[in-house]
């Protein structure tokens, strides 16, 4: 399992429609891509144009296959209305969240 971590830069007059965008853009990654797990998203406390999403994949594979094949056109909206800073990935080690 994999964590892929995106960090945004949002204003705040594109917030509402970067947030519902996410929602059905991760929603319809997870139903219809292999491998997808699902993704949530954080907003930051002090600077609110700040925002993380977190997506779980099985497998690195599993994503550069999503980006490689899919090319994903889900995704343009949501760089339409805030720019991606960085995108990181890490290997899930444990997870005790309930």
Request: aromatic share 12%; no cysteine; charged share 35%.
């Amino acid at each position: 399992m994999i964590r892929i971590i995106y960090s945004w830069k949002v204003e705040p007059e594109n917030l509402e429609r970067f947030i519902e965008t996410w929602k059905r853009t991760t929603n319809k990654i997870h139903e219809e891509v292999q491998g997808a797990r699902g993704s949530f998203m954080l907003q930051g406390e002090e600077d609110t144009t700040v925002i993380k999403t977190i997506a779980r994949w099985d497998s690195l594979d599993d994503w550069k296959r999503f980006w490689q094949e899919s090319n994903p056109s889900q995704m343009r909206s949501m760089h339409d209305l805030g720019e991606r800073v960085s995108v990181e990935i890490f290997r899930e080690v444990d997870d005790f969240t309930r």
